[in-house]
């Protein structure tokens, strides 16, 4: 039996939930395209975004230890495909579209910088008088703009529903900006899955990497109650945590949390009557959530990396050399625009300086950014 676009509508439509995206009621294209014989539109956002040179890079975009502190620890590719991992598992389990909820997922991160946050944050200030960055409307700019795959329009050409899921990425790091996509509504219900996944995964992988490098113990997780709940409900007393153990409890620590969030939203879902996506998008609420007793473990928990991880001395030895780098890449670049490569000059007309600046130093990963600081400021080093 052959499956054309049409007959993969016919099967989306019949066995997704009432109040998920389908593909065939997309609202389209920016820029009208023959869509595919076999893939439906969704299918096909989601290849584009997997063949752009934005998501090769993230496989050496630090997510929370540099790439060169060893090869065992997430990196931004390694998050985005656990994101995803978990969205469609989630997306599944609510009847929600499983495609373009893996789509989002995949392109949610494509606009980080090197060295994760800190490297966002010096951005961020080093644009502030010129348009500011931020990761989520980088992301946004790479699949419409950035990215130059097709003679016939600039970026991706993505469907609505993607970028919609796009620009709408919320967590507690991340602010969406939605004001060309229906701001008074909120996220269909494939971006709010995966606004919750990748929450749901940093906190998990976090740990993880973590308890991994010795800067977390599990005696300084004593105390701390979703920890209490994992190890408990695998029978771990305690003593030296080996790799086997580990894995078990951060395995335990997902399960725990999909599990909350899936029963947690189908109640949500049957209080709220919704029948329709525009219904969805239309409540005063996000619909896709944590159980108020999981919201409070996954804070406690949130607190304690913060202090311990996130602000432990290497990990901010790290976020000082991320901005001295990037800082005297921007400022040298700025200030002497001929040093900079003669295919990244030519787009300084249109884009501005500080803008085209920041977009090279935006897709550069850790490795070459680094590399490039030492071509310019290491006398030893050739150009």
């Known amino acids: 039996m052959l499956f054309t676009r049409e007959k993969l509508e016919d099967l989306e439509s019949q066995g997704l939930a009432p109040y998920a995206c389908r593909s065939k009621s997309s609202r389209g294209r920016k820029f009208p395209e023959d869509e595919a014989?076999?893939?439906?539109?969704?299918?096909?956002?989601r290849d584009r975004i997997l063949h752009t040179t934005a998501f090769?890079?993230?496989e050496y975009k630090t997510q929370?230890?540099?790439?060169y502190e060893g090869d065992y620890y997430r990196t931004r590719l390694t998050h985005t495909l656990e994101v995803t991992q978990i969205g469609r598992s989630i997306a599944v389990a609510l009847g929600a579209n499983e495609i373009l909820t893996e789509t989002i997922c995949l392109a949610h991160d494509l606009g980080h910088p090197a060295f994760g946050h800190s490297g966002e944050m010096t951005l961020a200030k080093l644009m502030k008088e010129h348009g500011?960055?931020?990761h989520n409307k980088q992301s946004v700019r790479i699949v419409t703009n950035l990215e130059h795959r097709y003679p016939d329009f600039p970026g991706l050409n993505l469907t609505w529903e993607v970028l919609e899921g796009m620009v709408k990425h919320e967590t507690e790091y991340d602010v969406s900006d939605a004001r060309d996509f229906n701001p008074e509504l909120r996220g269909h219900m494939e971006a709010q899955i995966a606004n919750v996944a990748d929450e749901m995964t940093y906190t998990a992988h976090d740990l993880d990497d973590g308890l991994r490098s010795g800067m977390i113990t599990p005696a300084m997780l004593s105390?701390?109650?979703?920890w209490e709940v994992v190890t408990e409900s695998i029978g771990w007393k305690g003593g030296e945590l080996d790799d086997l153990t580990r894995h078990q409890l951060i395995r335990r620590l997902i399960g725990i949390s999909v599990t909350d969030v899936v029963q947690n939203t189908d109640q949500?879902?049957?209080?709220?009557?919704?029948?329709?996506?525009?219904?969805?998008q239309r409540l005063p609420y996000n619909v896709v959530a944590f159980s108020d007793e999981a919201r409070r473990r996954n804070r406690e928990l949130k607190d304690f990396l913060y202090k311990n991880l996130y602000r432990h001395y290497r990990v901010m030895r790290m976020a000082v050399k991320a901005e001295r780098i990037i800082t005297a890449l921007f400022e040298a670049f700025c200030s002497e625009p001929s040093i900079l490569p003669?295919?990244?000059q030519e787009l300084i007309p249109e884009r501005g300086l500080e803008r085209t600046v920041c977009d090279h130093i935006a897709g550069m990963t850790d490795r070459y950014a680094t590399d490039e600081h030492?071509?310019?400021f290491d006398a030893t080093r050739l150009p």
């Open 37 to 45: 014989p076999f893939r439906t539109a969704f299918q096909r956002d």
């Open 342 to 344: 003669k295919h990244v």
């Open 132 to 134: 500011g960055f931020d």
């Open 374 to 376: 030492q071509k310019l």
């Open 223 to 226: 105390g701390i109650a979703l």
């Open 64 to 67: 929370v230890f540099i790439n």
């Open 56 to 58: 090769r890079r993230l």
């Open 268 to 280: 949500r879902l049957r209080e709220s009557l919704v029948r329709s996506v525009d219904e969805l």
